[in-house]
């Protein structure tokens, strides 16, 4: 029996990144019946319990090749996978098809994988000689093909299974000396090579759990210990800013899709599908120009003027009989028979009615040509037409709108947009209305729920306002689940330091069975920026951005971590931040954490100049007052502490230019 290849979507968790895998079985058989499929739940188990790989949909294609290439090309570019496997397809049989599809999609070839998993496999039996493997590279996606057959699946990852992990960073640009030295203690420690093929789960699984980049689940205080007994320093290791973009990136996926109407609520969504167009554009044959319909085998001469085209809606068919003209409008319905249109310009008035308000007569001064001046049907746009990409932003301009009216395209299948929970923790905090009276001693407004409210809806998506929750478990747990029930991002803010009232982390894991990827960044503001995911009873996972209390802070991590991610689950196809090198105006003094410096930016000439928003401390709002950027700035080290005045510097745009 044949199986199909099966492409398995999967993340993958090393030194540096979670990684996307993509498992697919490619069979007609299986196609039609899916419970025929063995190979692929045996990948999915493998996989998965290496703890690094997180397998997030499954496949089953026909053995044809533009379907395995039309999937492996969606998952490899629109989804930027680390990994695809498939499995089936790779014998000698006519329709064993799955080399075929996959060479042309490789930029890439990697012969030694190849050997390996032929290698082993002609170690076992010699029948493997019949198996054509083909691994390779597409853009940043390894891509492996492995037989249909369950044990052959089985024995073809255990040969590889400790290679990948390494074979992905690299693909991914990681730093190559941490690598071999990670290579250089696998093979210091391998096991021993008859235990591989039944316990390779654990061997990959304790070789690359290196400190904060496995999940970092099970660091946080118990929820009844006592203050005395509180860590001094934070037990979550600091992880990087584009470590923890791409940990939050590989666990960002679409939750849906949804049908919506033609109109504005469509301006700003990612269609999720290919929009053809229904009707022709135009739908008659239609004037360019003010003119005269005319038969161009009559040539120049004087003509009576048998009728009037108007661009007007009419049933009337009309007919331009020989040695005749039809004074037509711009848009006009050409009437049958003519088959060009001659401009007014070139023409001259001979007679008009008796009471001067009708011509009668003209002269046509030129020779016309056959369809000048004449749009034929469909030739802006011949039903059928594709108008919009999947994958495509709907602008705010309009353009795309307009486009789909015209070709009678009044709805599409958009991804659908994440909802967003936003609570603020802590006693001190107060509503910021004026319902509420003056603060007394120890009291501050919350800013933070106003701040992440305006940017996450200025963005076009919904807030669903959890409010303010005591600084106790009790609140901050039912805060937690309202949050759960009604979104599908939470973000919150306060209680992810190393307070004695700094609850956040062992809520989101003691009470909810989170699991937290990182717990701190190395970054100013927002060290204690924290990511979570919580599996929901529905099935459905949700994100956690659990941000610090301090209010620059909070939205300097809000656009480094949580913008990027709700416009990747909206199915943009480049859901990061804009950045721009600018021309910093003045001296700026590096710290010795990456520093992300509210500037204010703006065109002079021909230079983009960036003018520091002031004090940077993170408790001060007026440093985010008229910014627009963030600047990237490096830690500060013994060859560079300071930046000059006119440096170059890379900034993260977060509105407009000045």
Do not use: W
């Amino acid at each position: 029996m044949k199986y199909n290849s099966r492409i398995y979507r999967i993340r993958y968790r090393n030194y540096y990144r979670s990684t996307t895998h993509q498992p697919a079985s490619v069979s007609d058989t299986s196609s039609v019946s899916p419970k025929l499929d063995k190979s692929g739940p045996v990948l999915v188990e493998i996989l998965e319990d290496t703890k690094k790989y997180r397998v997030c949909k499954t496949d089953i294609v026909p053995d044809d090749v533009d379907q395995i290439q039309k999937h492996v090309r969606h998952y490899a570019d629109e989804f930027n996978l680390d990994l695809i496997v498939i499995t089936g397809g790779t014998g000698f049989s006519e329709r064993d098809t799955t080399p075929e599809a996959i060479i042309p999609l490789l930029t890439r070839q990697t012969p030694g994988i190849t050997h390996l998993l032929l290698a082993s496999s002609l170690a076992i039996t010699p029948f493997a000689a019949l198996s054509r493997p083909v691994t390779g590279i597409r853009n940043k996606t390894l891509i492996i093909t492995l037989p249909g057959s369950p044990k052959a699946c089985k024995e073809n990852m255990a040969a590889i299974i400790n290679v990948l992990p390494h074979g992905l960073d690299l693909i991914r640009g990681e730093p190559v000396a941490m690598l071999h030295a990670a290579i250089q203690k696998d093979e210091n420690e391998k096991p021993n090579p008859q235990k591989i093929t039944k316990h390779h789960y654990h061997t990959c699984t304790h070789k690359h759990d290196a400190p904060g980049h496995a999940s970092q689940t099970g660091r946080s205080k118990d929820l009844g210990s006592f203050v005395p007994t509180r860590a001094r320093s934070s037990p979550y290791p600091m992880v990087s800013v584009s470590e923890a973009q791409s940990i939050v990136s590989s666990y960002t996926l679409p939750i849906g899709t949804i049908s919506c109407e033609l109109g504005a609520g469509l301006a700003g969504r990612v269609l999720a599908e290919d929009i053809s167009a229904v009707e022709n554009v135009p739908g008659y044959r239609a004037s360019i120009m003010d003119g005269y319909a005319v038969h161009v085998e009559d040539g120049p001469g004087i003509y009576t003027v048998g009728s009037v085209s108007l661009a007007a809606p009419t049933t009337e068919k009309k007919v331009l009989q020989r040695g005749q003209i039809s004074r037509i409008s711009t848009g006009g319905p050409l009437p049958l028979g003519a088959n060009a249109v001659v401009m007014i310009e070139d023409t001259r008035l001979v007679k008009s009615s008796e009471d001067g308000k009708h011509e009668e007569t003209v002269e046509i001064l030129v020779q016309a040509q056959k369809g000048e001046n004449i749009r034929e049907i469909g030739s802006d746009c011949a039903i059928g037409d594709i108008v919009g990409k999947r994958g495509q932003v709907m602008s705010n301009m309009g353009g795309e709108l307009g486009l789909f009216a015209s070709v009678g395209v009044f709805s599409a299948h958009v991804y659908q947009e994440p909802v967003v929970a936003i609570m603020s923790t802590g006693n001190e905090l107060r509503e910021a209305s004026s319902e509420n009276g003056p603060l007394i001693e120890g009291q501050v407004r919350d800013a933070n729920r106003v701040t992440l409210s305006a940017a996450v809806t200025g963005a076009g998506f919904d807030v669903f306002d959890v409010g303010i929750l005591k600084d106790s478990v009790e609140s901050i747990t039912e805060g937690i689940s309202t949050a759960l029930e009604e979104a599908d991002v939470i973000i919150t803010t306060g209680g992810v330091s190393m307070g004695e009232a700094d609850y956040m982390k062992p809520i989101l894991e003691q009470k909810f069975g989170a699991k937290i990827h990182f717990g701190r960044v190395l970054m100013k503001p927002g060290k204690p920026t924290t990511f979570a995911t919580i599996k929901h009873e529905s099935g459905k996972e949700k994100l956690v951005f659990a941000l610090p209390g301090n209010p620059v802070s909070a939205a300097v991590s809000f656009y480094l971590f949580v913008l990027p991610a709700l416009r990747q689950i909206s199915g943009h196809p480049h859901p990061e931040n804009v950045s721009l090198l600018v021309k910093i105006a003045q001296d700026i003094e590096l710290d010795g954490r990456p520093e992300y410096h509210r500037v204010r930016v703006f065109v002079s000439g021909s230079e983009l100049i960036a003018e520091s928003t002031g004090d940077q401390q993170s408790s001060r709002l007026l440093s985010l007052l008229a910014g627009n950027g963030l600047l990237e700035l490096p830690a500060r080290s013994d060859s560079l502490a300071k930046l000059k005045k006119g440096a170059a510097v890379k900034c993260i745009m977060l509105g407009p230019l000045y």
